[in-house]
């Protein structure tokens, strides 16, 4: 047995070999047990997939569900946020890439909500998101754009965009604007009016650095960028504990996990942190990986908790997959 699975109460491969998800297999062989798994466009040829891709518009969006929340919020782009919710999906649990058409739609699509600052803005209606902004740009990373100029100019906005800790925070939450719905209503009744610019002298938010580090942590270059490495250590202090702000602030949100990833979680901040470098002799990763062992079943899953929604396709089975990742990575 590897290294890394000795690490673990219970060695989850056979579980995750034998999931009704062929796709989890595959990623199991490929990044688990480092086999040749096949060619990965067999998976996009699953009904699963098709069924995402039927969806899809010809301008390469996918439609938010939810006509009422359209109607209420008119400035929150809607539509970008679940054709980032459906990339992900194709993405990460079936490997497409730039190489499918379907994808070349949506990452244009994606980019014309790209300002001439480098940031993806829409989600958050007029204001700066530091979070979404990130997370599209894992993506897109994921999909095969590493080399874009556009990823290079959204790399530069987030390096712009950092408190002076070396973090980021959501700017409205750093200048003590906590009511997000009254926000939102005064943004419609004004929708020319330019984003909040943060209070750079405020503390970081562990929730947006951590999505911000994804973005980072996905590229082959920027992984190796200092600022990425100092804003992980400055992560890595504030696992387990409280957020500074109010979006998730509780300590519990650490175990309350998707994927793909969308907030920050223990398991999205180490897949972050094994990728930007950091090893498993630094105290605190070790604790936090003693802690994921320590919540494995017997029958190899963890006993975390999944965000609402996040049943569907064997969550319990992605994370574990996820999770096993960044064990491999940081014991083998």
């Known amino acids: 047995m590897t290294l890394w699975r000795q690490h673990l109460r219970v060695d989850p491969v056979p579980r995750l070999l034998a999931s009704d998800s062929k796709t989890i297999a595959w990623f199991t062989r490929r990044d688990l047990l480092g086999e040749d798994a096949g060619p990965v466009e067999a998976l996009w040829e699953l009904p699963e997939a098709q069924r995402i891709l039927r969806k899809q518009r010809g301008d390469g969006a996918w439609v938010y569900p939810n006509k009422k929340s359209k109607a209420q919020y008119p400035l929150v782009d809607y539509d970008q946020l679940e054709t980032f919710r459906q990339v992900g999906f194709l993405v990460e649990k079936f490997g497409f890439h730039r190489g499918h058409p379907a994808i070349g739609r949506a990452v244009e699509f994606l980019f014309t909500r790209q300002t001439g600052e480098g940031d993806f803005r829409g989600i958050y209606g007029t204001e700066y998101a530091p979070t979404y902004t990130p997370a599209i740009m894992e993506l897109l990373i994921k999909a095969g754009y590493a080399d874009d100029p556009r990823i290079e100019k959204g790399f530069q906005w987030l390096l712009s965009m950092r408190q002076d800790d070396g973090g980021w925070a959501a700017p409205i939450r750093t200048v003590g604007i906590s009511d997000t719905i009254e926000h939102w209503r005064a943004m419609n009744a004004n929708p020319s009016r330019p984003p909040v610019a943060p209070d750079r002298s405020k503390p970081f938010s562990h929730l947006v650095t951590g999505m911000a580090l994804r973005a980072?942590?996905?590229?082959?270059?920027?992984?190796?960028?200092?600022?990425?490495?100092?804003?992980?250590?400055?992560?890595?202090a504030r696992l387990f504990k409280p957020d500074r702000y109010v979006d998730r602030r509780g300590a519990e949100y650490w175990e309350k996990v998707s994927f793909p990833f969308w907030f920050t979680d223990i398991v999205s901040a180490l897949d972050s942190l094994s990728l930007l470098g950091f090893t498993a002799r630094d105290p605190v990763i070790g604790e936090a990986l003693d802690w994921l062992r320590d919540r494995q079943g017997n029958d190899g899953l963890f006993a975390l908790k999944g965000l609402k929604g996040g049943s569907e396709m064997a969550l319990s089975h992605w994370i574990c997959l996820a999770a096993c990742r960044t064990f491999r990575r940081f014991y083998d």
């Open 216 to 236: 980072f942590s996905a590229h082959p270059t920027c992984r190796h960028a200092s600022e990425a490495k100092a804003a992980g250590r400055l992560l890595l």
